[in-house]
């Protein structure tokens, strides 16, 4: 059996028996994006039909993302804890990104108004404190906008922002 199909097996016997807590270490390392879903499915429809509670390990973000309750555990200690809107709320940022119609009068602007941005390639980058706040910057950048999209924070963002921490030293 591949290394998928082996992790496959193992959740399959976990869940077998449906008990009433389930651990799960890291249960979708090494598995493809299809049969990570299908899992989380699974278990989901598992928890909402029996009140099953699951406790997991992962170090994918987006899994934790989908949880009721997140604890950050960073050298041991727990650095955070909350419903992962509060911590992307907490320790992530929305942006503003911004493909401008001419980037050198773009660019010229930004200055002259004093307004904090980067450049992430083609496009200007704008850190929120709000949401709410794109809709003040789009309407102060009148006739110069090609396209633009804002993003929220992730629980990626969030875990850099609790840890500190990109890549571990």
Known sequence: MSGGQKRRA?????????????????????????????????????????????????HYMEEADEADFVI????????????????????????LRV??????????????????????NELFVFNLTSTLDAIDLVNRLPGMIESFQVLNGTMDDAFIGITGKEIRE
């Open 99 to 120: 493909k401008a119609k001419d980037e050198k009068q773009m660019e010229d602007l930004l200055s002259k108004e004093k307004i904090a941005f980067f450049r992430k």
């Open 10 to 58: 193992d959740i399959a016997r976990a869940l077998i028996h449906q008990p009433k807590i389930l651990f799960l270490d890291e249960p979708t390392t090494g598995l493809d994006p299809q049969t990570r879903k299908n899992v989380w499915n699974t278990i989901q429809e598992l928890q909402k039909d029996s009140g099953m509670t699951v406790f997991l390990t992962t």
């Open 72 to 95: 950050v555990i960073d050298d041991g200690l727990i650095a955070a804890k909350g419903t992962p809107t509060e911590l992307k709320d907490r320790y992530s940022y929305d942006t």
